[in-house]
């Protein structure tokens, strides 16, 4: 009896420490986020060392698209001009991207949002995390 207590107090510190997003955190996605690793459902992760691409997202109203970009030497960004379209929703209380291109349909939920901090999970359980790029030049 007494492990399932403090097995129960050390589920829901767990719970509790999930950062939760806000409605006013949703803006902060606005801007230039590269990846730093992704972590895989049983544990694993990969990291990211360098990136030749970084994902750009305008949202606005919850609107907007994702774009692929790649930073260049002298502070500007290269594109192809492919935009995902993006709308954010709430589902239970859980904020959501969805994502519409000629090609498919999917959704990652956002689990946490900082000004330097992103991450998204997609239906597979994978956790992209990113952190907020950074703009450099060498002029």
Known sequence: M???FILFLF???LISCKPSVAEADLTKINGY???QKVELPEGGKKEYKVNETIDFFSVKDHKGFRQKVMPQLDGTY???DIKEIVKVTNEEGNYFINYTT???KWKEEIIEIQDSVLVLK???NLEYHYK???PFSIK
């Open 2 to 4: 007494k492990n399932s």
């Open 11 to 13: 589920s829901l510190l």
């Open 33 to 35: 986020w590269e990846i």
């Open 78 to 80: 290269l594109t192809n």
């Open 102 to 104: 000629n090609y498919g």
């Open 122 to 124: 997609n239906k597979d």
């Open 132 to 134: 907020r790029q950074v």
